[in-house]
């Protein structure tokens, strides 16, 4: 089941509300949790590791500024 644009704002606005929050010192540990939940749910190694790799394309690369696109599964 894929989300909407709408679906997918309101949840990313949730995620965002809430490590603001929680705060900086503690989002990493929200985020390292959310994770391992959401692997764990997704319940699929090939797509989970796809998605790692989706997730730090670009990120060491200090001029890239492109947003992410909208995963295939």
Do not use: H
């Not at 309101?10 to 809430?18: F, G, I, M, P, R």
């Not at 319940?43 to 998605?51: H, K, M, S």
Request: with cysteine.
């Amino acid at each position: 089941m894929e989300m909407n644009e709408s679906e997918l704002d309101s949840v990313y606005t949730l995620l965002c509300k809430t490590m603001t929050e929680l705060g900086e010192p503690r989002s990493p540990l929200f985020l390292a949790r959310f994770a391992l939940l959401a692997i764990d749910r997704i319940g699929d190694p090939e797509l989970v590791q796809r998605l790692i790799a989706d997730a730090g394309e670009g990120l060491n690369d200090p001029t890239s500024r492109s947003a992410p696109s909208r995963m295939q599964s």
